[in-house]
C-alpha cells in the first residue's frame, strides 16, 4: 500500500524558509516520479516542482530560483525546500507520486504573512 505522509508546514514571515517532508511508504522514491503540488484557497491546485526518477527536476517559474526538491534515498522521503518565501506562496501543499496510478499525501498548510 502506498502512502505519502507531508510534514513541515507552519506559519512563517515574507522572506524566510521552510522545509517540507515527503516520507513515502510502498514505493521507492528513486525509482518514481515525485512532485510537490499547492492548492491556495480558490485556486485549483497546480505543480510546484518534480524530479522524475532520472533526478530530471522542472520548476514553476514561479518559484524558479527559490525553491528546491531533492531527495534521500536512505529515508525514502522526497523534501521540498523553500528560501525567500512570498505571501502569494501561502497553500496548502501536496506530494504525490505518478506510478502508473497517482497518490497524493495529505497536505500540509503553509501560510506565508506579510
Known amino acids: 500500500q502506498v502512502r505519502l505522509v507531508e510534514s513541515g508546514g507552519g506559519l512563517v514571515q515574507a522572506g524566510g524558509s521552510l522545509r517540507l517532508s515527503c516520507a513515502a511508504s510502498g514505493i521507492i522514491v528513486t525509482r518514481n516520479n515525485m512532485g510537490w503540488y499547492r492548492q491556495a484557497p480558490g485556486k485549483q491546485r497546480e505543480l510546484v516542482t518534480s524530479?522524475?526518477?532520472?533526478?530530471?527536476?522542472i520548476y514553476a517559474n514561479s518559484v524558479k530560483g527559490r525553491f528546491t526538491i531533492f531527495r534521500d534515498n536512505a529515508k525514502n522521503t522526497v523534501y521540498l525546500q523553500m528560501n525567500s518565501l512570498k505571501p502569494e506562496d501561502t497553500a496548502v501543499y501536496y506530494c504525490?507520486?505518478?506510478?502508473?496510478?497517482?497518490?497524493w499525501g495529505q497536505g500540509t498548510q503553509v501560510t506565508v504573512s506579510s
Open positions: 504525490n507520486v505518478d506510478a502508473v496510478v497517482s497518490y
Open positions: 524530479i522524475s526518477r532520472f533526478g530530471t527536476t
